[in-house]
């Protein structure tokens, strides 16, 4: 019970102090504050433990050297009292030396009381008086000592009791001790009590006094820091939200600035360079939308033309087999650069679209497998041209998404169709995964590869790794990048790796449920970690052999063995086929 209430309590500190630290890291202000005030506090200190040693041991200096005078006049009176007596017996001398030890009668008025003790060099003529008990105590042998052995008063800082003082604590004292000679006796020693209590209560007083003082300064300066700063904060603030709103899209947000200081300077520069960015980004507005215009009209002005310009095309392409074999072979790359022509228009309205922010989406809910085998027939015929083998791992739960159809399979096929085009002879690996939140699907090839540089431009519109290369499917520069759009549409991820020789890997991520983001994929996208990690959760590979005579046909998943063989073979990676994992 204890532990379980200390932890929260713990939980629960470590949070505010989090919370403060925080607030203190975000705040320039509350820095400047508080550096200022350890400073302050560090000044004040020092300052006030220099003056507070400084005034004790002045006052404790002064009062000493006031007593050692009073006590050296008492002890010479006490001598001459001694000399001058005419006490001969020890009675009388015994008398006389405890009147003698009486402050009041021995001249040591201020004092708390006196001793007369004996030298212990020698058997005592008479006893020692003292003029109260608790004087016995506080002198210590050491002092008792020096006294007897020097021929000059010596003194000793001592601590009186509680017990023998009259305010009922522990004072400080100082004792003084003077050589005096009794008549009969010989050699005694005079000892003198005085208290330092009232300098004590002074020094207390000063130290008080510092204390408060001390605060008091700490005080004025966090004041005026916090007043200085605010004034060279304030603006800053306001230029930070001013900022921040220019950063929103409120390109009419401006500063105020009042007055000729630096703030002020400082504020009409920003509000010239906000101005300064307003008139260019609206000019590059204007541009783009122009730009935009123009590639919407051109490509809407050059479908008439084109239909025209492809009929004359069919009709001659159709009659090619009575021209000749220059003019035949004129009809056959006149069709097929028609052909790429019109996807370009058609990819050009697409961009277009995107550019206007008119593109959206056909949302229903379908499963990828049906659009991945859809996309995997349609490149079928270009795989086994290619002689490049097709491989597709399913998961076991269905992979179902809030997806609009045709883009997805826009993407895919893309996808697909590109890492045929690369593969050079080599397998490509579809991979479907599936998490909560959401899909994904990995299209990955082992050709060429691409560079740091390439993968970093391979979503760019018109953008080739080669520009010498020969597209033998006649791409038009654009699928990636109306790809990337279509991703971006389903609030989704598109994504590139790629290593020269090695190959290169696109993975597509999609919310389940459209409009969500997704923080998570539920595959990898770089092989390695593909291959260290394994499939994905719940994929068991399963071998299934093509149905009929074609090695690329779609196989029948009815006629799959109930126990499957683990690493059963398949075609090598120069026979074109279709290979399905679940």
């Avoid at 058997?123 to 016995?136: D, E, R």
């Avoid at 700490?218 to 930070?240: K, M």
């Avoid at 922010?357 to 079928?380: H, K, N, R, W, Y």
């Amino acid at each position: 019970m204890i532990a379980a209430l200390w932890r929260q309590v713990a939980a629960v500190v470590g949070r505010g102090s989090r919370g403060a630290v925080h607030r203190w890291r975000s705040s320039m202000q509350a820095r400047v504050v508080t550096s200022a005030l350890a400073v302050g506090v560090v000044a004040v200190a020092l300052l006030g433990g220099f003056l507070s040693s400084s005034v004790r041991d002045g006052l404790f200096e002064r009062r000493v050297q006031q007593l050692d005078v009073e006590a050296g006049r008492s002890a010479a009176w006490v001598r001459d009292q001694f000399q001058s007596s005419p006490a001969t017996s020890f009675a009388e001398v015994q008398a006389l030396a405890n009147t003698l030890v009486e402050p009041s009668r021995n001249g040591a008025t201020g004092a708390r009381g006196s001793m007369l003790l004996p030298a212990g060099d020698g058997p005592a003529a008479i006893n020692g008086t003292f003029s109260f008990q608790g004087m016995v105590e506080l002198v210590s042998p050491e002092l008792e000592k020096a006294t007897l052995d020097a021929n000059r008063q010596v003194w000793q800082s001592v601590r009186i009791p509680a017990s023998v003082t009259e305010s009922g604590v522990d004072e400080p004292g100082v004792v003084f001790g003077a050589q005096v000679e009794v008549p009969t006796a010989g050699r005694y020693g005079l000892y003198t009590l005085y208290s330092l209590q009232p300098e004590q209560e002074t020094l207390r007083f000063v130290q008080r006094t510092l204390l408060v003082g001390g605060f008091a300064i700490l005080a004025l300066i966090g004041i005026i820091t916090w007043l200085v700063t605010r004034q060279a904060v304030t603006p800053v603030r306001r230029a930070a939200a001013t900022a921040a709103r220019l950063a929103d899209g409120h390109l009419a947000e401006r500063m105020p600035g009042k007055g000729y200081d630096e703030m002020a300077t400082l504020a009409r520069s920003f509000n010239e360079m906000a101005a300064s960015l307003q008139d260019q980004i609206r000019r590059m507005e204007e541009l783009s939308t122009a730009q935009r215009r123009f590639v919407s009209d051109v490509s809407h002005e050059l479908r008439t033309p084109l239909t025209t310009i492809r009929i004359a095309g069919e009709l001659i392409h159709a009659s090619r087999d009575e021209l000749d074999p220059v003019a035949r072979r004129s009809a056959e790359v006149l069709q097929t650069q028609l052909d790429r022509f019109e996807e370009l228009l058609a990819d050009l309205l697409e961009i277009s679209r995107f550019d206007a922010g008119a593109a959206v989406l056909d949302v229903e809910q379908c499963d990828l497998e049906s659009i991945v085998f859809g996309v995997v027939d349609t490149a079928t015929p270009l795989a086994e041209r290619k002689g490049v083998f097709l491989s597709v791992t399913m998961p076991e739960e269905p992979a179902v998404a809030d997806i609009d159809r045709r883009r997805v399979e826009r993407i895919l096929r893309n996808l697909v169709t590109n890492a045929i085009e690369h593969a050079e002879g080599k397998p490509v690996e579809l991979t479907v995964g599936a998490s909560p939140a959401a899909v994904a699907v990995v299209v990955r090839d082992h050709g060429i590869g691409m560079t740091p540089d390439e993968v970093a431009h391979v979503f760019d519109r018109f953008w080739r790794a080669d520009p010498a290369r020969a597209r033998t499917t006649g791409g038009t520069g654009l699928g990636l990048a109306i790809s990337l759009e279509d991703a971006h549409l389903h609030a989704g991820r598109l994504e590139a790796w790629g290593k020269p020789g090695h190959g290169a890997s696109f993975r597509l991520t999609l919310p389940r449920r459209a409009g969500l983001s997704v923080e998570d994929p539920p595959l990898p996208l770089v092989p390695e970690a593909r291959a260290m990690h394994g499939l994905p959760t719940g994929q068991i590979p399963v071998v299934l052999p093509a149905a009929g005579a074609s090695p690329t046909a779609i196989p029948d998943l009815a006629e799959v063995p109930a126990d499957p063989i683990p690493g059963a073979s398949v075609p090598g990676p120069t026979t074109s086929g279709l290979e399905v994992r679940r």
